[in-house]
């Protein structure tokens, strides 16, 4: 199957500094990618749609400001956590598909562990 | 909206069977995917249904009902690498993955 990568896997950061979490799709392009948040023992919740070329749809409650998203190419989105605060401590997941091409499986990168100290 | 449900939590024999029920109510149809998600770890795909009826792959299927906005996973020869959390998800409008909050099933021997 597709392969989506996903780095780092783990980080810590003090407090008001900024993180950068990368998405990469290795064997295909990806013109969507959706980048979610999980907190221990909760579902994955959507955080924004990143689509190649174009400004990211951010979700109800995310501020776009504190987390930037860019998607400057087909296999490439970025997600960075601006001045990030203990509470943004949680599973960043990214994951990547390319709807129409006959592709009905969205893949998962495997996750970004950010602890904010 | 989305309103994505599944039960808590289940636990099971090694060996025997187990049924995850999902219902769903969700703005927009684009099929329904169960993933395997073990603990720290990125979910695992599993199975997708579009249409109607039972859809086997080896020890798991999945079965949909449109019409009743309702999905179930089965697990068959539960093996003790079965525990983790199962997670129900529906590709609605745009292609946007909503899941549910999750499935945490614990084989024991």
């Known amino acids: 199957g597709a392969v989506v990568s996903q780095h780092p896997s783990r980080v810590i950061c003090k407090s008001g500094t900024s993180v950068k979490i990368e998405c990469r799709s290795l064997d295909f392009q990806a013109t969507t990618m959706f980048w979610y948040r999980q907190f221990p023992k909760q579902s994955l919740m959507l955080m924004a749609t990143s689509n190649e070329g174009s400004k990211a749809t951010y979700e109800q409650g995310v501020e776009k400001d504190k987390f930037l998203i860019n998607h400057a190419s087909l296999t490439l989105s970025t997600l960075t956590v601006t001045s990030a605060h203990p509470e943004d401590s949680s599973f960043y997941i990214c994951s990547a598909s390319s709807p129409g091409a006959g592709n009905t499986e969205a893949f998962f990168g495997q996750g970004t562990r950010l602890t904010v100290v | 909206g989305q309103n994505i449900d599944q039960p808590t939590e289940m636990t099971a024999t090694e060996g025997a069977i187990v049924q995850i029920n999902c219902t769903y109510q969700t703005s927009g149809f684009n099929g329904l995917f169960w993933y395997q998600q073990h603990a720290g770890e990125a979910p695992t795909f599993l199975s997708y249904?579009?249409?109607?009826g039972l859809e086997e792959k080896g020890r798991f299927s999945s079965f949909l009902s449109r019409s009743k906005g309702y999905s179930y996973l089965l697990l068959k020869e539960l093996q003790m690498k079965d525990s983790a959390s199962y997670l129900c998800a529906v590709w609605g409008n745009d292609y946007k993955l909503s899941f549910g909050a999750g499935t945490t099933v614990t084989v024991r021997a």
């Open positions: 249904n579009v249409l109607d």
